[in-house]
């Protein structure tokens, strides 16, 4: 297991930038999958972006690709997603999650989860 912290959300213009960052524990930062998912108010949280062990390979949402850009630090125990031309149906809660072994895109394979951050994109 790793414990991990999300720093960096706030309030933005849709149109505008943030960057979220996750905070992980532990020696073995390298050999976990990280993602991040969002839940917004009614909605079920949902697949953001993940990006893999080894190789960082990266993967996106539909409704992300293009926008988002997910990388992680190593050296830092770090994953970061940068949230570009953020709209509206952004607004949610953001977590990040870890898991060993393949990646995988949805909620149940992650077995370590943040607390979130809100992000709220205004029009």
């Known amino acids: 297991q790793v414990q991990l912290v999300e720093s960096g959300g706030g309030l933005v213009q849709a149109g505008g930038s943030l960057r979220l960052s996750c905070a992980a524990s532990?020696?073995?930062?390298?050999?976990?999958?990280m993602g991040w998912f969002r839940q917004a108010p009614g909605k079920e949280r949902e697949f953001v972006a993940a990006i893999s062990s080894s190789s960082g390979t990266t993967y996106y949402a539909p409704s992300v690709k293009g926008r988002f850009t997910i990388s992680r630090d190593n050296a830092k125990n770090t994953v970061y997603v940068q949230m570009n031309i953020l709209k509206p149906e952004d607004t949610a809660v953001y977590y990040c999650?870890?898991?060993?072994?393949?990646?995988?895109?949805?909620?149940?394979?992650?077995?370590?989860w943040g607390q979130g951050t809100q992000v709220t994109v205004s029009s």
């Open positions: 532990g020696r073995t930062f390298s050999r976990y999958v």
């Open positions: 999650a870890a898991r060993l072994g393949v990646v995988r895109t949805t909620e149940a394979a992650f077995g370590s």
